[in-house]
């Protein structure tokens, strides 16, 4: 969905690198959120914002941080990485009306940490 | 205990079958329940949402709740090829929270 941009889309890194996927929206909307899917596990929230001054931690932020830059920017970076950081990363946002049920999610940043 | 179980699969059928999906849940405070539909390589995709307990239809699919079990479906009649991919359910109380808590996803591939 181009609504929802990630960067990038593959990326192979060494353990102890720092690294930073970036995500880009064009939905005008407020809230913001980073997950990670891994396989049996599902998807769990690292973080999430619901404005531009507004960050809070998920179920699994240790390890990682983020930056919310602007309404539309929402950045997730690791610190030095490790390997079992290797996942699916994914960006979303949503509306954050009263029943906000729908998330828009990107198209995935694929991530190995050797 | 996770909080959503979810059989992951994989789940193959032919084509033309009728698919039921399902997932249980300890969290008595869940009120909306949602599934999603994620292809190859793609981000999940909300496919259809209800609120508490019942049934909802929109075409091939239908979402049912039964609060007393803890248990959601997803039927899918006259399943298609274009239908193979993995699908998510989840779930998230009514007030005081936004967080939504997501299944292990199924997969599910549907032969020509």
């Known amino acids: 969905d181009a609504d929802v941009t990630q960067t990038p889309r593959n990326r192979i890194t060494k353990t102890g690198k720092r690294i930073m996927l970036e995500c880009s929206q064009t939905k005008g909307h407020d809230r913001m959120y980073w997950y990670r899917q891994d396989p049996g596990l599902g998807l769990r929230l690292i973080y999430y914002?619901?404005?531009?001054?507004?960050?809070n931690k998920g179920e699994i932020s240790d390890g990682y941080s983020v930056s919310r830059q602007a309404q539309a920017k929402f950045s997730l970076s690791l610190e030095s990485a490790i390997p079992n950081q290797t996942a699916l990363y994914f960006c979303?946002?949503?509306?954050?009306?009263?029943?906000?049920?729908?998330?828009?999610f990107g198209p995935g940043t694929r991530l190995t940490v050797l | 205990q996770k909080e959503v179980e979810q059989d992951p699969g994989p789940l193959s059928v032919p084509e033309g079958a009728i698919v039921s999906l399902n997932c249980t849940y300890s969290?008595?405070?869940?009120?909306?329940f949602m599934w999603y539909r994620q292809y190859s390589r793609k981000g999940p995709e909300l496919l259809m949402y209800t609120y508490s307990s019942g049934n909802k239809e929109d075409g091939r699919f239908t979402a049912q709740v039964d609060k007393s079990s803890k248990y959601i479906s997803l039927f899918i009649r006259d399943s298609q090829p274009s239908d193979s991919a993995t699908y998510l359910c989840?779930?998230?109380?009514?007030?005081?929270?936004?967080?939504?808590?997501f299944g292990a996803g199924t997969r599910l591939f549907v032969k020509a």
């Open positions: 989840a779930m998230r109380v009514n007030t005081g929270g936004f967080k939504t808590i």
């Open positions: 979303a946002t949503s509306a954050g009306l009263a029943f906000d049920n729908e998330q828009f």
């Open positions: 969290n008595s405070a869940f009120q909306y």
């Open positions: 914002s619901f404005d531009v001054k507004d960050i």
